[in-house]
């Protein structure tokens, strides 16, 4: 089992450009989170999905960033424009029921310049 | 608000010493806490939960309601305890909504 799987590792852009990060779950897994970890930081809850259903993105940024989950599956977080605040590390992770435990993938690093 | 505190960035211990990673909440309901870790190059992880009352890989934590404190203990560190630990809360929800504190960086030294 591969775990869930992130893309890319590491981003470097500049500002005002934008950006898009990919994450597979395990499979099987329903229930997927992004969360955002700056430096020095823990993780903060971006938003959960329930299938392809946002249950809860109270804490995304609205007016810059995104997210979908159009068949329940793969999820694509993007950011547009990108600003320098926004450098940070971005986790998906994935349960297999609403509250189950979590499993973290590697992260995606992005640097804005 | 629900809110995590973890006092230290940095403890270091030499291998065999007692460790105590500390962590206090704040929150008005009852509280699910956890403690996950995350190795050099390895991704977050969970290490243990307060419901579970397990003791993993030789750590323990108690769920102190009167201080309102979760700490992690070892009675004897390793070199492979060396890890990044995040204490974290949930309110009531299982895993749903994690809030994480910022973080302690344990170091075992030989």
């Known amino acids: 089992e591969a775990g869930v799987v992130q893309s890319p590792r590491y981003k470097i852009i500049e500002k005002k450009q934008p950006v898009a990060f990919w994450c597979n779950p395990i499979?099987?897994?329903?229930?997927l989170y992004w969360y955002r970890q700056n430096l020095g930081q823990g993780p903060e809850l971006l938003i959960r999905?329930?299938?392809?259903?946002?249950?809860?993105d109270s804490q995304l940024p609205k007016d810059r960033f995104s997210a979908e989950r159009l068949k329940g599956v793969d999820s694509t977080l993007k950011i547009q424009p990108a600003e320098l605040g926004d450098s940070a590390v971005y986790l998906c992770?994935?349960?297999?029921?609403?509250?189950?435990?979590?499993?973290f993938g590697e992260g995606s690093r992005l640097t804005v310049l | 608000a629900q809110r995590v505190t973890q006092p230290e960035k940095l403890l270091s211990v030499f291998k065999g010493a007692p460790v105590e990673l500390k962590c206090n909440y704040s929150?008005?309901?009852?509280?699910?806490l956890f403690w996950y870790v995350q190795y050099s190059r390895q991704r977050l992880q969970l290490l243990l939960r307060?419901?579970s009352r397990e003791s993993i890989k030789g750590f323990t934590a108690d769920l102190n309601k009167g201080e309102t404190s979760f700490h992690l203990k070892k009675p004897f560190a390793q070199e492979e305890d060396s890890a990044m630990y995040y204490c974290?809360?949930?309110?009531?929800?299982?895993?749903?909504?994690?809030?994480f504190g910022t973080g302690t960086r344990l170091l075992v030294s030989p």
């Open positions: 929150y008005s309901g009852s509280p699910e």
């Open positions: 999905y329930e299938n392809e259903e946002a249950v809860d």
């Open positions: 974290a809360l949930s309110g009531n929800t299982g895993f749903q909504k994690l809030v």
């Open positions: 499979s099987g897994h329903n229930t």
């Open positions: 307060h419901i």
């Open positions: 992770a994935s349960s297999a029921k609403p509250t189950g435990e979590l499993f």
